[in-house]
Structure formats: C-alpha cells, structure tokens
C-alpha cells in the first residue's frame, strides 16, 4: 500500500508563487508515475500535472509554463512548484500516485489553494 500526505497549500495573491508537497511513504519503491490533480467546486477534477519514472513529465494546458513537476527520490516527494498563479487556480489539490506491483492507483486527501487578491 501507499499513503500520500499534501502540504503547502494556502492563500496567496494573484501572480505569486506556492510550493506543494506530497510526502510518500508505504510501497514507494514500486511507484512509477505520480501526479498532481486539482478540482474546483462544481468541476471535475482535472490532470494539473504528472512525472513517470525516468523523467517524462506532462502538463495541463492551463498550466504550461507557469508550473513545475518535480519529484525528489531520496525524500519520497513529490513538488509542484506553481509560479504566475491566477484566481482560476483556485482548487483542491491532489497528489496522485501509481503502485505498480499491485496495479493500484492512490490518492491524498488534498490541499486548498487559493489565490485572491
């Protein structure tokens, strides 16, 4: 099994900056893709960001360029470092991750960000 842990989350004003964590622990030698997802009230949730093992990484479109994926091996973590924030960033943010040897996705429980003046 894996457990995921998301911090960092808060308020912050239009076109500053935050940093997001999730910290991973349990199987995590078998996780190869992890990622970011976020969802608003009365949306769904959508894909902000992910990185599989090796490097790849894949961005939403209203994302591009003003956020980066990162994950840190040594600390089993995984950063979004998310720059030029807008209010339309306003969501709940989730840490996902992939475990391969049982095939199983997880889940955190999800951080608040919001971003207003």
């Known amino acids: 099994q894996v457990q995921l842990v998301e911090s960092g989350g808060g308020l912050v004003q239009p076109g500053g900056s935050l940093r997001l964590s999730c910290a991973a622990s349990?199987?995590?030698?078998?996780?190869?893709?992890m990622g970011w997802y976020r969802q608003a009230p009365g949306k769904q949730r959508e894909l902000v960001a992910s990185?599989?093992?090796?490097?790849?990484?894949n961005y939403g479109d209203s994302v591009k360029g003003r956020f980066t994926i990162s994950r840190d091996y040594a600390k089993n973590t995984l950063y979004l470092q998310m720059n030029s924030l807008k209010p339309e960033d306003t969501a709940v943010y989730y840490c996902?991750?992939?475990?391969?040897?049982?095939?199983?996705?997880?889940w955190g429980r999800g951080t608040q960000v919001t971003v207003s003046s």
């Open positions: 349990g199987r995590i030698f078998s996780i190869n893709h």
């Open positions: 990185i599989t093992s090796g490097g790849p990484t």
């Open positions: 996902n991750a992939y475990e391969s040897v049982f095939q199983r996705t997880y």
